[in-house]
């Protein structure tokens, strides 16, 4: 018998860490899967009104939308009167042919002829607003126009 004996250390192994690039990835992949992307900011109120023929536009064209109604709750400092909304910001009649510009500026340019302006107008809007805003596009050039509404009954409205 071996009269010195090796003492054995008591102390706790380290960690593998061969599996954590795997769980991280994994996770990257759930929350890229699941994750949502915002569209815009609403700071009109957008009831829309509804329709019973309405078509499902496909997303393999670009598509710009242009908001129009009252400002919502907390934006009462704009008025109570229609206004227009596009991107993030309040915008006035005028600066629809720089932001549909911009638009196309940002597509590839096989893409430019395809883009749609979709309109979503609160059912309690004006018309003379969308009048003016139609006005616009056509002085864009942007003639592929788009009406967003609801399902339902139109007599609803």
């Given at each position: 018998?071996?009269?010195?004996?090796?003492?054995?250390?008591?102390?706790?192994?380290?960690?593998?860490?061969?599996?954590?690039?795997?769980?991280?990835?994994?996770?990257?992949?759930?929350?890229?899967v699941v994750t949502v992307m915002r569209?815009?900011?609403?700071?009109?109120?957008?009831?829309?009104?509804?329709?019973?023929?309405?078509?499902?536009?496909?997303?393999?064209?670009?598509?710009?939308?242009?908001?129009?109604?009252?400002?919502?709750?907390?934006?009462?400092?704009?008025?109570?009167?229609?206004?227009?909304?596009?991107?993030?910001?309040?915008?006035?009649?005028?600066?629809?042919?720089?932001?549909?510009?911009?638009?196309?500026?940002?597509?590839?340019?096989?893409?430019?002829?395809?883009?749609?302006?979709?309109?979503?107008?609160?059912?309690?809007?004006?018309?003379?607003?969308?009048?003016?805003?139609?006005?616009?596009?056509?002085?864009?050039?942007?003639l592929k126009i788009n009406y967003t509404?609801?399902t339902g009954s139109a007599m609803d409205?």
């Amino acid at each position: 018998m071996s009269k010195f004996k090796k003492q054995k250390d008591s102390s706790v192994p380290a960690v593998n860490t061969a599996s954590l690039p795997d769980i991280v990835f994994m996770l990257l992949f759930f929350f890229m899967v699941v994750t949502v992307m915002r569209e815009d900011n609403l700071l009109i109120e957008n009831r829309l009104p509804v329709a019973d023929q309405i078509e499902k536009l496909d997303k393999k064209n670009p598509i710009s939308y242009v908001y129009a109604g009252k400002p919502a709750k907390g934006y009462e400092k704009f008025g109570t009167e229609a206004r227009l909304q596009l991107n993030d910001k309040f915008a006035e009649i005028t600066e629809i042919q720089a932001f549909i510009n911009a638009e196309r500026a940002a597509l590839r340019e096989e893409l430019v002829p395809y883009l749609t302006v979709s309109l979503k107008v609160d059912r309690d809007a004006n018309m003379g607003i969308v009048g003016d805003i139609k006005q616009e596009l056509r002085k864009a050039n942007a003639l592929k126009i788009n009406y967003t509404t609801g399902t339902g009954s139109a007599m609803d409205n």
